[in-house]
């Protein structure tokens, strides 16, 4: 909410950009390892080990808590964290390595830092990449491609990767350490299909996004899908999340399967940002770098994990794409600009994303990963509202996408001064994304309004929502979920927003009346 058909030369570039291609093209297992013990040969640190797992500062963000400092001794810091692959795969399995730090330090100038590789072969260190590329005190992201990875893995599957800096006058500072594997499987996985049917003529799948605690959309809880089907009298089919990339790259397996065990199907917002601050360019996972293949081996094990959860998944990548307020938008990757990129035809931001799409969707079928419904999400408006960022420029195209998705809202604060009206703004969008996919089905994956705006009442405005769609106004909708959240805008309670069903009874009363004794309104996937 606010708040790939790649061709085969691309593809087979943007591979290699990381990894000696052979071995990229053999590889469909992946692994990101975090570090699991320190030894300070000269000087020491400060900060917990733990807090190299997660990348989580940006730009000149300043929390101690949440990275390790390195304190140099007498003449420079030198010290190594130790990794450690699990009992399988086999280190004589791995293809491709690849070494991402996030560190933050003085200008090169002023202080090197290096970081070598123990090669277990040779019995010696092998320098693997510098902070030559950083800037002074700034959080970047170093990349560093290992050749012949297997050299650097001991028989026992340790990894060692030393950092030396080149003088004691500074410190240096890490907030995420980890070695990225590929690596080929014993034995390929079977493959997972669940393709999620159509409902019967007439009828409509009824899913939800149940709310969370935070306010960053993935510490949903069954508490809270309880809570809402209680207070909508009907159970959710599908389940609605953010996977946040800032905290974590693993497929969520956790949360998954909570909502399967509850008999529903996930569904996931593949949210590949650095935090969840809007309406700039990600300082990390831009498009140019998702296309680069600079996180491959975290999209590898992501698919994978959606391959091995085994049954049905609903995702997708860039929710509300043609929206300033997400990372993904073109605004932030190009604009209209048509020399920088591909096609000298098309604006270069949504052509960046059309091919990231496709780029992501392809690897998961690389992995086998064939229990996905891929969804195309976009906003009811254009923001900006400019040719070039017309949602039909990032449509990845019917061989990749499976639904339609659009998000339409009301008032989304109890301040707002206007009051959109739902019949008006899916008029508007509904004949463009009919338009633009012909055989596809469309969702409204995101509806809401709050409560408490002066404008309008928060139980009427989905009365007449959920009437239009259970009578079939626009024909080619199949789904809708209600966004069923609050949320803090400032320190005055009254501005809160909140579309919870659970906290306005007259609001849960109209989905009693219209969701719960209504058989052409869906609560189970069959």
Wanted: aromatic share 12%; hydrophobic share 40%.
């Amino acid at each position: 909410m606010l708040r790939v058909r790649f061709t085969q030369s691309i593809f087979l570039v943007a591979l290699a950009v990381f990894f000696p291609l052979t071995d990229a093209l053999a590889a469909n297992g992946a692994l990101a390892l975090p570090p699991a013990s320190i030894k300070h040969l000269k000087g020491g640190a400060r900060g917990n080990l733990s807090a190299l797992k997660l990348r989580d500062q940006n730009f000149y963000d300043d929390n101690p808590a949440r990275y390790v400092s390195l304190l140099p001794g007498t003449g420079k810091y030198d010290g190594y964290r130790e990794y450690r692959m699990p009992a399988a795969p086999a280190p004589a399995s791995v293809r491709a390595m690849r070494v991402e730090v996030n560190f933050n330090g003085p200008s090169p100038a002023k202080q090197a830092w290096s970081w070598s590789l123990y090669n277990w072969n040779a019995s010696r260190w092998v320098r693997v990449g510098g902070n030559a590329g950083s800037a002074e005190w700034e959080w970047k992201t170093l990349v560093f491609a290992i050749p012949n990875p297997r050299r650097f893995i001991s028989a026992d599957g340790r990894i060692r990767l030393r950092v030396v800096s080149s003088n004691a006058h500074y410190e240096g500072r890490m907030d995420y350490e980890a070695v990225h594997l590929l690596y080929t499987p014993a034995a390929p996985p079977a493959p997972a299909s669940a393709s999620i049917p159509l409902p019967p003529a007439g009828r409509l799948y009824h899913g939800v996004y149940p709310g969370g605690r935070t306010g960053e959309e993935d510490d949903i809880r069954l508490a809270d899908l309880t809570a809402y089907d209680a207070a909508a009298g009907k159970t959710a089919a599908w389940v609605y999340f953010s996977d946040n990339w800032y905290h974590g790259r693993a497929f969520p397996t956790s949360t998954a399967a909570w909502i399967r065990r509850a008999g529903r199907v996930p569904y996931i917002r593949l949210m590949l940002r650095s935090d969840p601050d809007g309406g700039r360019a990600d300082p990390v996972f831009t498009l140019a770098r998702i296309l680069s293949g600079a996180f491959d081996n975290d999209l590898h094990g992501w698919c994978a994990g959606a391959r091995d959860f085994r049954t049905r998944l609903i995702a997708e990548y860039g929710v509300e794409v043609n929206g300033e307020w997400f990372p993904w938008n073109g605004k932030w990757n190009g604009g209209g600009i048509r020399t920088g990129y591909g096609d000298p035809a098309q604006p270069d931001g949504p052509e960046r994303f059309r091919d990231a799409y496709r780029h992501i969707i392809q690897i998961c079928r690389d992995e086998g990963a064939n229990n996905i419904t891929w969804v195309f999400h976009i906003n009811d408006g254009d923001w900006p509202q400019v040719n070039w960022n017309r949602f039909e420029n990032y449509y990845p195209g019917d061989e990749y996408i499976d639904w339609l998705a659009v998000s339409s809202y009301g008032a989304q604060t109890p301040s707002d001064d206007y009051w959109p009206v739902f019949r008006e703004s899916m008029d508007a969008v509904y004949p463009r994304i009919a338009a633009l996919a012909p055989a596809k089905p469309i969702i409204v994956a995101e509806f809401g309004v709050t409560n408490g705006n002066p404008l309008g009442s928060q139980p009427q405005w989905a009365r007449a929502a959920l009437t239009d769609l259970i009578n079939l106004r626009w024909p080619r909708v199949v789904g809708f979920s209600w966004w069923n959240e609050r949320w803090q805008n400032d320190n005055n309670p009254a501005h809160d927003t909140d579309m919870r069903l659970q906290a306005n009874p007259a609001l849960a009363r109209v989905f009693q009346l219209l969701v719960r004794g209504n058989i052409n309104v869906l609560g189970t996937i069959p």
